[in-house]
């Protein structure tokens, strides 16, 4: 099994450009989250997913689209990227129901200059 | 979700337990409390979780104060690998919102 896999794992961008970080799992885990994580700070929730179709905001989903048209895939999109979105991006997923382990990515680290 | 609290560092011998201590004074009675640790800028690894009961499995070990205000992580022998960020969670059982904060990080030194 291949996990979580995040890419790219490296981008930088410039000022107002968009882009959408991929995130698959191939565990069929209902569950999918973005977080992101600055320099010496801990991860913060973005968006989540508990199904196909199904997405919420967590705590700083501002500049931030999600959507969830497959079971394995929860892409992020970033609508017009600003250099306080430079930032190490994680995806997790895990199953939705009793009490869980969440598996997490290998991150995708983002530059916007 | 409960906020916990944990030390911003601690340092541990090597081959020497490490006891890594978090608050979580306002936790429900159906909290649970979850362990990941961050090596490096990896993705966060799964460490081990409890309700009540003290747990334990091959990477650590969990005591929970019997008014769940707190608890200690364990790792018995620490090696120079488990150098990382200890982050501390109370979660709601079947409700995956995981908040993070800022952990502990652990320096084994030889």
């Known amino acids: 099994n291949a996990g979580v896999t995040q890419t790219p794992k490296f981008q930088v961008l410039k000022t107002g450009q968009s882009m959408t970080l991929q995130c698959a799992q191939d565990m069929n885990h209902e569950y999918m989250s973005w977080y992101r994580q600055d320099p010496g700070m801990g991860l913060r929730l973005i968006h989540y997913s508990v199904g196909a179709g199904i997405t919420d905001q967590g705590e700083v989903p501002n500049g931030y689209n999600v959507s969830r048209s497959t079971t394995e895939d929860f892409p992020l999109r970033l609508l017009s990227a600003a250099p306080s979105q430079t930032s190490v991006y994680f995806c997790?997923?895990?199953?939705?129901?009793?009490?869980?382990?969440?598996?997490f990515g290998e991150g995708s680290w983002l530059t916007v200059v | 979700d409960a906020k916990t609290t944990q030390p911003p560092s601690m340092d541990c011998a090597e081959g020497r337990a490490a006891n890594l201590p978090c608050n979580h004074s306002?936790?429900?009675?159906?909290?649970?409390v979850y362990w990941y640790r961050q090596i490096h800028s990896q993705g966060p690894q799964y460490i081990i979780h409890?309700?009540?009961n003290n747990e334990t499995n091959e990477m650590a070990s969990l005591i929970i104060t019997e008014d769940r205000k707190s608890s200690t992580l364990i790792l018995p022998h620490a090696t120079l690998r488990d150098t990382a960020v200890y982050y501390c969670?109370?979660?709601?059982?079947?409700?995956?919102?995981?908040?993070f904060g800022s952990g502990t990080k652990l320096n084994v030194k030889p």
């Open positions: 409890g309700l009540k």
């Open positions: 997790a997923s895990s199953y939705s129901r009793g009490v869980n382990t969440i598996y």
């Open positions: 969670i109370a979660l709601l059982y079947n409700f995956n919102k995981f908040y």
């Open positions: 306002t936790i429900s009675g159906n909290e649970y």
